[in-house]
Nanobody
Framework: VQLHQSGGGSVSAGGSLRLSCAAS????????MGWFRQAAPGKEREGVA????????AYADAVKGRFSLSQDNMKNTLYREMDNLKPEDSGVYYC????????????????????WGQGTQVTVTS
């Protein structure tokens, strides 16, 4: 599956943004999908949220209550709404996918994903 990201940009602290990850080539339903943040070039990508093939969603503690995942099956697109953004949320965000990965948590997905989006910059100013 190929992933194409859109959204992101620059916002003041407390603001909101939405990122999209559109899958093409295959239905994304059987995939473990997730979002990662890379705070700076060369830094490790940190898991933000994942959506398992059975629909279970998990969030990193740092974003619980502020970020939410949703999907549009007709558009084969995964969305991430980010509310109450903080400067520490800044970075390049990547979506990733791994087919049939039911142990769908960030560490597994980071190691097993064969599809990655191109990355989207999010900048939160204080």
């Amino acid at each position: 599956v190929q992933l194409h990201q859109s959204g992101g940009g620059s916002v003041s602290a407390g603001g909101s943004l939405r990122l999209s990850c559109a899958a093409s080539g295959h239905s994304f339903s059987p995939y473990c999908m997730g979002w990662f943040r890379q705070a700076a070039p060369g830094k490790e990508r940190e898991g933000v949220a994942t959506r398992a093939p059975d629909g279970d969603i998990a969030y990193a503690d740092a974003v619980k209550g502020r970020f939410s995942l949703s999907q549009d099956n007709m558009k084969n697109t995964l969305y991430r709404e980010m509310d109450n953004l903080k400067p520490e949320d800044s970075g390049v965000y990547y979506c990733a996918a791994a087919n049939g990965l039911y142990d769908c948590w960030s560490s597994n997905l980071a190691n097993l994903a064969r599809s990655w989006g191109q990355g989207t910059q999010v900048t939160v100013t204080s």
